[in-house]
């Protein structure tokens, strides 16, 4: 038998051109994702207008009862707080326990002498970083720091001043408050409207 002889670097060229020649190459198909993010984020942003506008919807309970007023202004576009005697929630989500409408020194920072109410804190600043954000990337909702309290009129003044502070340590500074609308002599209106 003869020994195998060693191919040259020519022939193994030419032979990997041949049989490249026989196979077309493979073209790369892959998706752009890119259209797809803007598209996603175009709703999302959509999505956030579209629940964000909605009005406020206040149900009176035995633990929330809105005050009336004989104020005409109309709802503006703002972040809900609500405050009734049993909780604090802020987007329709319980964010803590109130004891008969008071909050536990153990939730405020300085204890029982302390403003700042470190649960509804935390919250507010996650709702303020998600709405920069959005400002950010959307220059027609720009951020306002608005919220709407909704509060029991039973809310003891003490409690409504630690919310507000706090919410003003969150950069929330325009406040409105929702109260259903009343007649001029302060009794309670047919319809109920919140304002």
């Known amino acids: 038998m003869s020994e195998p002889k060693q191919a040259t670097a020519g022939q193994v060229a030419a032979l990997i051109r041949r049989k490249n020649k026989k196979h077309p190459e ?8 890119y259209p797809m993010m ?6 999302l942003v959509f999505l956030i207008m579209q629940f964000a506008q909605e009005s406020a919807n206040v149900m009176q309970s035995e633990d929330l009862q809105i005050p009336y007023s004989i104020s005409r202004q109309e709802l503006t576009e703002a972040l809900p707080v609500q405050i009734t005697r049993a909780d604090i929630m802020v987007d329709n989500h319980r964010v803590m326990s109130l004891r008969n ?6 939730q405020k920072q300085g204890g029982a002498n302390g403003f700042l109410v470190t649960p509804l804190h935390a ?3 996650q709702h303020r970083d998600r709405l920069k954000l959005i400002a950010s990337r959307n220059p027609n909702r720009p951020f306002r720091g608005a919220v709407q309290i909704i509060a029991d009129r039973r809310t003891p003044f003490r409690t409504l001043s630690e919310v507000i502070y706090t919410l003003g340590q969150a950069e929330f500074a325009e406040l409105h408050f929702v109260v259903l609308q009343g007649s001029a ?9 919140a304002q």
């Open 26 to 33: 493979h073209e790369e198909q892959s998706i752009n994702i």
């Open 101 to 106: 409408g008071t909050v536990d020194p153990s």
């Open 38 to 43: 803007d598209m996603m984020t175009i709703l």
């Open 123 to 125: 919250v507010m600043l």
């Open 185 to 193: 002599n302060g009794t309670a209106p047919t319809g109920g409207e």
